[in-house]
């Protein structure tokens, strides 16, 4: 306990008396950061038990047997991968008959340490894109996103594949300064950029409100604009469509989330909306539209439901069209307990990711004549089922992940095109499959479902001993997240496993509302001034575990990053009786000011704009104002990054510092690294994860 010394901000939130430690890298503030990581470290790797378990984790990560993720450029298979040698990371390729051998041989194409030390920089790999030539002509021309010390915001630089280096400016390369922004390929001397362009260029969440058309040779302030958003948008994005036959190029208005418009950039110079609801996703596909509404609305008598898949020809929403009837045709219906976790098209086909309260199934539609025909296929696919096409552009080849709480994932590849003529799809075909990073023998998965306040249905998962202990006995640690229309589906978790379920504790992870495991809807009831509803599930959880002889409330914990920190947060100043400890990590706190605090203005859709009378409301969910005196808090982990350019690391500090003032129980832990992820390699991320589980066995464990 340290010492009480009161300094809550006002609950009207007039006042801050912490306001100093939103500067991030203020020498007052980071000497505040460092003084509670050495007093966190101190505390709790006491005998190198961190230490011990940092290095079992990190050898997990290193671990040269986790599956490789590739993508099909050309003729090679991309990856990026990172190791013991390589923190950093390799991007790199192979041909696919290499992939499939026992040890693949790799073309490394950019050692980003190596690239480090001969800069002098502190880059962590954010991605590259490869602009399909012309036919004939090599793979060659690339663009390559990095960031300082894992940020949001990056730079892009274009990279020869043929020569291996990259290209300067000096050169004519394309380079965009750093930002957060976006280049992306028209053809090998042209590209799309959104970025910073100075004064009134950028949203106040910090991202691009122009998008430009730059041309090799010329300088970026230069580009030709081609769009410019509203200033009170979100952020303006393009992109080029590079199918065959089908190029175009794209931009999306966002105005906020769930809230954007699909642009086509006419070659006049001009744009031309695709006229549908703003809350409808809109994917163009050569000659299709893919429409995924979060609200129902119709086309020409047409009903989509909300969370539905629908398709339409693309040219039905471009000037000139002159067909009949009606123009769109919905594929995939949600029901009550069934919901879309993700749709891509193929070159020819569309796959369909569905869940039935939360387990996955692959399911396809195939064109037949006038219409289209579904078909489920690979119903013997275990675990939870994730899918990404091969080359959407080219192929109807599908990688598949199959993987499970207990199950470590295993890739497979088909091909989906013998559908076409009425076959079924080929044989899965397995590619890699990882090893078992942890021992899940005596080990077992259920599902269950609480009551919530109003009576809502929430399902949980329970992961641990086939034999249970007695509750007293039994450590657990509960999970969840409950926004942005994001589910938490089964998936295979080798550090918790290796720390937490190896050692004997118990895992759940909660469905709560606010995510998307049964579609727009099950989003929808948690947002803004319903945002209670998200922590009355997580809470109706809690308590379903202690009546049910799972725990007890000294033996249950939570954890929850991001917006799952703003919802620990709240249980730990809403329900401070049901946990024994709380984890809290990169978490938004202070609502009152969170608009003001970098990417903060661009989730007023999710949360309410605390400017004006949404205030009454979030008050009610602000963990930083719901601070009080009088109350008992157990004990609390608070972790962030300082490199977090997206959730301000000023809601973590200003929650410990307040915590302190109360003499709470609480450890505070800022990695200097890392970005939203908090983490920027292996190695910090093994020592954060050892932090939090060596926590929670000093609280609810042992």
């Not at 957060?180 to 004064?199: C, H, I, M, Q, Y």
């Not at 993987?403 to 470590?408: K, V």
């Not at 602000?622 to 959730?647: C, F, G, K, M, N």
Request: aromatic letters at 8%; glycine letters at 10%; hydrophobic letters at 40%.
């Amino acid at each position: 306990m340290s010492e009480r010394n009161v300094a809550l901000p006002a609950t009207d939130g007039s006042t801050d008396p912490h306001l100093w430690l939103e500067d991030i890298t203020g020498e007052e503030a980071l000497a505040w950061v460092r003084n509670r990581n050495a007093r966190a470290e101190g505390e709790l790797d006491t005998d190198g038990e961190v230490t011990a378990l940092a290095a079992e984790l990190k050898q997990i990560l290193d671990s040269p047997a986790s599956i490789p993720h590739v993508r099909r450029r050309g003729d090679h298979l991309y990856n990026f991968w990172t190791d013991a040698e390589h923190p950093r990371g390799l991007w790199r390729r192979t041909t696919p008959e290499s992939f499939r051998t026992e040890e693949p041989q790799w073309e490394v194409l950019i050692d980003v340490d190596a690239l480090n030390v001969a800069e002098g920089e502190d880059w962590v790999w954010h991605g590259a894109s490869v602009l399909r030539p012309a036919e004939g002509e090599p793979w060659r021309h690339v663009i390559v996103d990095l960031s300082h010390g894992g940020s949001d915001a990056d730079v892009s630089r274009e990279f020869d594949l043929v020569e291996k280096r990259f290209v300067s400016p000096e050169e004519g390369g394309f380079h965009r300064p750093e930002a957060k922004g976006s280049l992306s390929w028209v053809d090998r001397d042209t590209v799309l950029v959104a970025n910073d362009f100075g004064p009134g260029t950028l949203s106040s969440s910090g991202y691009p409100l122009q998008v430009r058309r730059w041309r090799r040779g010329t300088a970026l302030e230069d580009a030709e604009l081609v769009y410019t958003a509203e200033p009170s948008d979100m952020q303006a994005a393009a992109w080029h469509d590079d199918a065959p036959g089908f190029e175009r190029d794209w931009v999306y208005r966002i105005r906020a989330f769930y809230d954007d418009d699909l642009l086509l950039l006419d070659p006049d110079g001009g744009t031309t909306l695709i006229d549908v609801p703003a809350d409808c996703q809109a994917h163009p596909h050569r000659d299709l539209l893919l429409l995924s509404p979060r609200s129902e609305f119709e086309i020409d008598g047409v009903r989509l439901p909300a969370g539905s898949l629908a398709v339409a020809p693309l040219a039905s929403f471009l000037p000139g069209w002159e067909g009949e009837g009606p123009r769109v045709r919905v594929l995939f219906t949600p029901n009550e307990t069934t919901s879309i976790a993700d749709w891509f098209p193929t070159r020819d086909l569309i796959v369909v990711v569905a869940q039935e309260d939360v387990r996955t199934y692959l399911t396809v539609f195939v064109p037949d004549g006038d219409g289209w025909r579904e078909q489920r296929i690979h119903r013997d696919l275990p675990g939870t089922v994730q899918a990404i096409p091969s080359d959407s552009a080219i192929n109807d080849v599908v990688q598949v992940v199959a993987s499970g709480f207990l199950q470590p994932p295993t890739l497979y590849l088909t091909d989906l095109s013998p559908m076409l003529a009425g076959e079924p799809p080929s044989a899965l075909e397995e590619l890699k499959a990882e090893p078992s990073h942890f021992d899940a023998s005596g080990l077992r998965v259920s599902q269950h479902f609480a009551s919530s306040d109003d009576g809502t249905r929430v399902p949980y998962f329970q992961i641990g001993p086939e034999q249970p202990r007695p509750a007293e006995e039994s450590p657990t640690l509960l999970q969840g997240y409950g926004g942005f229309e994001i589910s938490l589906t089964p998936h295979y978790g080798a550090l918790s496993g290796k720390a937490w379920l190896e050692r004997g504790g118990t895992l759940v992870v909660a469905n709560i509302r606010g995510g998307g495991e049964y579609g727009p809807a099950w989003h929808q009831a948690a947002l803004k001034q319903h945002r209670y509803r998200a922590y009355q599930d997580f809470a109706a959880v809690a308590r379903d575990l202690v009546a049910r002889g799972v725990t007890t409330r000294e033996r249950l914990a939570c954890q929850g990053g991001s917006n799952g920190g703003l919802l620990t947060g709240n249980m730990l100043t809403t329900y401070p009786g049901l946990f024994g400890a709380v984890v809290i990590q990169v978490p938004l706190l202070d609502m009152r000011r969170y608009t003001k605090l970098l990417a903060g203005a661009s989730w007023i859709a999710e949360y309410g704009d605390p400017e004006t009378s949404d205030w009454d409301f979030i008050r009610t969910f602000s963990p930083y104002h719901l601070l009080d005196e009088t109350v008992d808090y157990p004990a609390v982990l608070i972790t962030t990054s300082t490199r977090d350019d997206r959730v301000h690391p000023g809601h973590a500090r200003k929650m410990a510092a307040a915590l302190e003032g109360l003499g709470a129980n609480v450890r505070y832990w800022e990695n200097i690294e890392g970005g939203h992820g908090g983490a920027a390699d292996n190695a910090q991320a093994a020592r954060m994860n050892a932090l939090i589980w060596t926590f929670l066995d000093h609280t609810i464990g042992g």
